[in-house]
């Protein structure tokens, strides 16, 4: 199998100038969502230790088990020390630009430690998958599973990502917009001919959606206040199912979350 070092063989003589940087993150603070946000280079410049006393970095983000994804080569220019974390000034390097995105490793990371000398484990470092193109949004996980930012909503419609137009396309449900800053809810519903992936093309363009209560409040806070909504899925219907069923389900779940009282929704 190919070797990252048969691909990128300036890392076989210089090894020791580099720190490997695994990336994972949480749920919440994701570094693939903030490569297909183009602002990954932030999210690691953003370090709680002083982990990049090194000429370069080479980035990786996770992918799939055992799976990483290359997000290129940085020159480590300084760090300071900011409140409670130090801020890295890197630059990102054109060797191997072209793989970007593109390019998927794989490298059985069986302990903790997302930091690495690269002349440690350089050689165990394999090509698994050249992606045709640069990949620019995650791929729909299944209903079950969405659970997205506003800003990840609008790069999916952006991208016209297959996946994610696939599956809500076909699906009418009752979905759920939860307010990071407060904690407040609302309710919706999709039963129009497109379904799930029309309704949200809406929030992704606008921020409310046309709803009355979202467009009233993003009048008040202003439309970036938009970047606090998260999008998730309670209740999927097939595409015959009727517009009085899903109306109704849509009632069930205000009351269950008591959206009219404490959330959103004003009907």
Do not use: C
Request: charged share 30%; no cysteine; aromatic share 16%.
């Amino acid at each position: 199998m190919l070797r990252l070092i048969d691909l990128i063989p300036e890392l076989d003589s210089q090894a020791n100038k580099y720190k490997v940087h695994f990336a994972t993150g949480t749920k919440e603070n994701n570094p693939l969502n903030a490569f297909f946000n183009n602002k990954f280079q932030d999210w690691q410049e953003w370090q709680s230790k002083r982990n990049f006393e090194r000429e370069f970095i080479l980035s990786f983000i996770y992918y799939e088990p055992n799976l990483w994804l290359f997000a290129g080569i940085f020159e480590s220019i300084s760090s300071k020390w900011v409140d409670d974390h130090y801020i890295y000034t890197t630059e990102q390097m054109d060797m191997a630009e072209e793989f970007i995105g593109r390019l998927v490793v794989r490298f059985e990371k069986d302990f903790r430690a997302s930091y690495l000398k690269l002349e440690n484990h350089y050689k165990r470092f394999l090509v698994s998958e050249i992606l045709r193109e640069r990949i620019a949004v995650m791929q729909f996980q299944g209903y079950e599973n969405v659970n997205i930012k506003f800003e990840d909503l609008k790069s999916v419609f952006y991208s016209n990502e297959v996946t994610w137009k696939t599956a809500l396309e076909n699906a009418k449900g009752i979905y759920l917009i939860t307010d990071i800053k407060n904690g407040k809810q609302y309710v919706g519903s999709a039963y129009g001919e497109e379904a799930l992936w029309t309704r949200w093309m809406q929030y992704a363009s606008t921020g409310h959606g046309g709803n009355a209560e979202l467009r009233q409040l993003l009048k008040v806070k202003g439309e970036d206040y938009a970047m606090n909504f998260r999008f998730s899925i309670l209740e999927i219907r097939d595409k015959t199912t009727n517009t009085d069923e899903i109306i109704r389900r849509e009632n069930h779940w205000k009351e269950i979350l008591l959206t009219r009282e404490y959330g959103y929704n004003q009907n």
